[in-house]
């Protein structure tokens, strides 16, 4: 087994993977979906339908000429209902497609498994299908696998830590899917012509260990890599740090240090892709929390509202006080269940009051535990300051852009502080004064 190396920082965090044991259910189509024109980073589609509208499964719903951006498809057939603004879950108000289902299903004829003989022929299929980063982060996966030409890259790294709290949706995929995984990393390994492949997973996680080390004994390219159960251990630089020992430079990407990283369901879908033809339209995600009925891995339509999925759970116990979008970490927080899933979504988690309640935060006691916690060696508790007094000179200074929001220093936070929320204002002030 590869040499791993140990995560800078980290906090030991509950695992809670209470799905872990759970198959993907499929759930029925419902009656509507929403489907925002922003399901990535980078700039946001522009819808090519309009109320009245006939779509099918597959139908392209919204496109953009950005390099950075990917394509939106139907996840279901029925009429458009309507073309409106939503707000985003980063606060942002996008155009969002309603969508009426008539649950017929009917996939659109476009839909063919696309001709790939070359590099170029994949990168355009990858981007065709609307594939974005599946663990979350959601990085137009056709960027992601076209690094500029002196960008020499000579590993790929497959990320199934899963290293979240609760979320137990990339482990049931390898799981379920393992041979969709080895396929599409093969597939990614001969287009773009990379010798060396590591598959990282979190020790909590043997079934998957044991599933890949098999695999990885028939296939001498690959390796299975176990790593020590540790957040944020998943997080894109500390996984190529733990795997090759590669230090990506502040401000850089992995590109820069020879290496692509891929979530292990981004590499599946790639492979069914190709043989089926079918965009991303769905996701599993997993459904936990203190107040859902049923614990679950679903396997849902894109623009399925959180309501539904959650009443397809068995519905709440008793009133959520919080539901996340993401995992307890760096989830986003949702002011409605009416809230659409998206491409990048693995989890939704509901809890009640008492497990919601942000305490009241008190006085830095500089004891140096957020520095100590801190993967990316930076000051939390000068950043804190600095963003509060809106210091932009400073929080560039102590390098707020580096910031990966792990939430790592307010876990370990004895005064409480809101640190992640504080240093999320910093970077806003950071933009705002480049944008100026």
Same mark, same amino acid.
């Given at each position: 087994m590869k040499q791993k190396k140990r995560i800078k920082g980290g906090?030991?965090?509950?695992?809670?993977?209470?799905?872990?044991?759970?198959?993907?259910?499929?759930?029925?189509?419902?009656?509507k979906v929403e489907i925002p024109m922003l399901h990535h980073i980078g700039a946001p589609c522009t819808p090519t339908v309009k109320k009245g509208d006939?779509?099918? =499964? %597959?139908?392209?719903? %919204?496109?953009?000429?950005?390099? =950075?951006?990917?394509?939106?498809?139907?996840?279901?057939? %029925?009429? /458009?209902?309507? =073309?409106?603004?939503?707000?985003? *879950?980063? +606060? !942002?108000?996008?155009?969002?497609?309603? @969508?009426?289902?008539?649950?017929?299903?009917? $996939?659109?004829?476009?839909?063919?498994? *696309? /001709? /790939?003989?070359?590099? #170029?022929?994949?990168?355009?299929?990858?981007?065709?299908? +609307?594939?974005?980063?599946? &663990? &979350?982060? &959601?990085? *137009?996966?056709? $960027?992601?696998?076209?690094?500029?030409?002196?960008?020499?890259?000579?590993?790929?790294?497959?990320? !199934?830590?899963?290293? #979240?709290?609760?979320?137990?949706?990339?482990?049931?995929?390898?799981?379920?899917?393992?041979?969709?995984?080895?396929?599409? @990393?093969?597939?990614?390994?001969?287009?773009?012509?990379?010798?060396? =492949?590591? @598959? +990282?997973? #979190?020790?909590?996680k *043997?079934?998957? @260990?044991?599933?890949?080390?098999?695999? !990885?004994?028939?296939?001498?390219?690959?390796?299975? /890599?176990?790593?020590?159960?540790e957040y944020p251990q998943g997080a894109e630089k500390m996984l190529i740090y733990a795997l090759t020992g590669r230090v990506v430079p502040a401000g850089g990407l992995p590109m820069d240090v020879g290496v692509i990283v891929m979530n292990v369901t981004s590499v599946s879908f790639i492979a069914k892709y190709l043989k089926t033809g079918m965009p991303l339209v769905k996701k599993r995600?997993?459904?936990? %929390? !203190?107040?859902?009925? #049923?614990p679950s891995n679903v396997e849902v339509c894109i623009g399925t509202y959180i309501k539904d999925l959650v009443n397809f759970c068995g519905g709440f116990t008793e009133e959520p006080y919080k539901v996340?979008?993401?995992?307890?970490?760096?989830?986003?927080?949702?002011?409605?269940?009416?809230?659409? $899933?998206?491409?990048?979504?693995?989890?939704?988690l509901a809890f009640n009051k008492k497990q919601s309640m942000l305490p009241e935060q008190t006085a830095c006691i500089r004891c140096g535990n957020c520095v100590r916690a801190c993967p990316m060696s930076l000051m939390p508790q000068q950043l804190d300051i600095f963003s509060e007094s809106q210091n932009i000179e400073q929080l560039q200074k102590f390098n707020v852009m580096s910031c990966i929001e792990c939430g790592a220093c307010s876990y370990v936070c004895p005064a409480k502080r809101h640190l992640v929320q504080s240093i999320r204002k910093g970077k806003v002030l950071v933009n705002t004064k480049g944008q100026k």
């Open positions: 906090v030991k965090t509950p695992h809670y993977k209470n799905t872990s044991k759970s198959e993907t259910k499929l759930m029925p189509v419902p009656e006939e779509v099918m =499964v %597959g139908t392209l719903i %919204g496109e953009s000429s950005a390099f =950075v951006s990917a394509p939106i498809h139907s996840s279901v057939s %029925g009429t /458009v209902a309507d =073309v409106k603004k939503r707000l985003f *879950p980063n +606060g !942002a108000n996008v155009d969002s497609i309603i @969508i009426k289902s008539d649950g017929k299903q009917t $996939v659109d004829p476009s839909v063919k498994p *696309p /001709v /790939v003989e070359n590099k #170029e022929d994949f990168l355009k299929a990858v981007r065709d299908s +609307g594939l974005v980063g599946l &663990g &979350g982060a &959601g990085f *137009p996966a056709h $960027v992601k696998l076209n690094p500029p030409k002196d960008k020499k890259i000579d590993y790929l790294l497959i990320n !199934a830590a899963e290293c #979240e709290p609760y979320i137990t949706s990339d482990y049931r995929e390898t799981i379920e899917n393992s041979w969709n995984v080895i396929s599409g @990393i093969n597939v990614v390994m001969d287009f773009l012509n990379i010798e060396n =492949v590591i @598959i +990282g997973v #979190e020790d909590n *043997p079934m998957t @260990i044991k599933i890949f080390n098999d695999i !990885a004994d028939t296939d001498k390219k690959i390796t299975a /890599v176990s790593l020590k159960s995600l997993t459904v936990d %929390g !203190a107040v859902i009925k #049923e996340l979008m993401g995992g307890p970490m760096m989830g986003l927080a949702q002011y409605t269940v009416d809230t659409p $899933v998206l491409k990048q979504n693995n989890a939704i």
